[in-house]
Antibody, heavy 116, light 111 residues
Framework: VRLVESGGGLVQPGGSLRLSCTAS????????MSWVRQAPGKGLEWVAN????????FYVGSVRGRFTISRDNAYNSLYLQMNSLRAEDTAVYFC??????????WGQGTLVTVSS | QSALTQPASVSGSPGQSITISCTGT?????????VSWYQQHPGKGPKLMIY???NRPSGVSSRFSGSKSGNTASLTISGLQAEDEADYYC???????????FGGGTKLTVL
C-alpha cells in the first residue's frame, strides 16, 4: 500500500490550494478515505472523509464550507480543495485509508503554510 | 467535539512496561468500541498499532495491547525497546457529523 500526497506549499491568507493523494497497492475504489492534518509541533486532527463512491462526505466544523474533499476512482486519487485559507490551517496534511472504523494506512504528508 | 485527553509524556526503561491513557466522554470512547492507537516517528506518517480497542493489525508486535474501561482507553507497551520511542495518538469514532476525534498525543521516551 502506498499513499503519496502532493500540492502543498506557501499560500497567502484568503488564498486557495488543492492537495492530491495518489494511491497504489490496494483497491482504492473500495475504501473510505480521509484527510488528517497536524499543525507544527501539535497533534493529529481529522479534517474530512469521503465514501468509496463519493456519495457521502463529512468535515470537521472548522473547515466546513471552506474545504471540499473529492476523489477520482479512475485515477486512484483523492483531493482536498482548500479555499479561504487561514493561518490556523498551516499543517502537514496526511491522506489515510478510513475503513472499518480505523485509519489503516497513511501517507508521508504534504506541508501547507498559510502566511503573508 | 473536543480532542481526547492523553498525558503529554511518559517514559520507561528498556524491558519495562508503560501505559498511556486516553480519556474521552460517554459520546465517543464510552459509547463505541472503535478506539484505535497510532505510532508516529518524527517526520513520518502515523502507523496503526491497535484498532477496535484491543485488536492488533498483522505485523504489529504482541508487546502492544489495548483496553478500555468506561470513557478511558489505554495502550500498554510491554518489554520496552528503543525503537518504541515515538509519539502515540488515540482516536475514537463519535457517531456525529464530524465522526472522528484524536487525542492530543503522548511522547514516549525510552530512557
Amino acid at each position: 500500500v502506498r499513499l503519496v500526497e502532493s500540492g502543498g506549499g506557501l499560500v497567502q491568507p484568503g488564498g486557495s490550494l488543492r492537495l492530491s493523494c495518489t494511491a497504489s497497492g490496494f483497491t482504492f475504489s473500495t475504501y473510505w478515505m480521509s484527510w488528517v492534518r497536524q499543525a507544527p509541533g501539535k497533534g493529529l486532527e481529522w479534517v474530512a472523509n469521503i465514501r468509496e463512491d463519493g456519495s457521502e462526505r463529512f468535515y470537521v466544523g472548522s473547515v466546513r464550507g471552506r474545504f471540499t474533499i473529492s476523489r477520482d476512482n479512475a485515477y486512484n486519487s483523492l483531493y482536498l480543495q482548500m479555499n479561504s485559507l487561514r493561518a490556523e490551517d498551516t499543517a502537514v496534511y496526511f491522506c489515510a485509508t478510513n475503513w472499518n472504523y480505523r485509519f489503516d494506512f497513511w501517507g508521508q504528508g504534504t506541508l501547507v503554510t498559510v502566511s503573508s | 467535539q473536543s480532542a481526547l485527553t492523553q498525558p503529554a509524556s511518559v517514559s520507561g526503561s528498556p524491558g519495562q512496561s508503560i501505559t498511556i491513557s486516553c480519556t474521552g466522554t460517554s459520546s465517543d470512547v464510552g459509547n463505541y468500541n472503535y478506539v484505535s492507537w497510532y505510532q508516529q516517528h518524527p517526520g513520518k506518517g502515523p502507523k496503526l498499532m491497535i484498532y477496535d480497542v484491543t485488536n492488533r493489525p498483522s505485523g504489529v508486535s504482541s508487546r502492544f495491547s489495548g483496553s478500555k474501561s468506561g470513557n478511558t482507553a489505554s495502550l500498554t507497551i510491554s518489554g520496552l525497546q528503543a525503537e518504541d520511542e515515538a509519539d502515540y495518538y488515540c482516536s475514537s469514532f463519535t457517531g456525529t457529523s464530524a465522526p472522528w476525534v484524536f487525542g492530543g498525543g503522548t511522547k514516549l521516551t525510552v530512557l
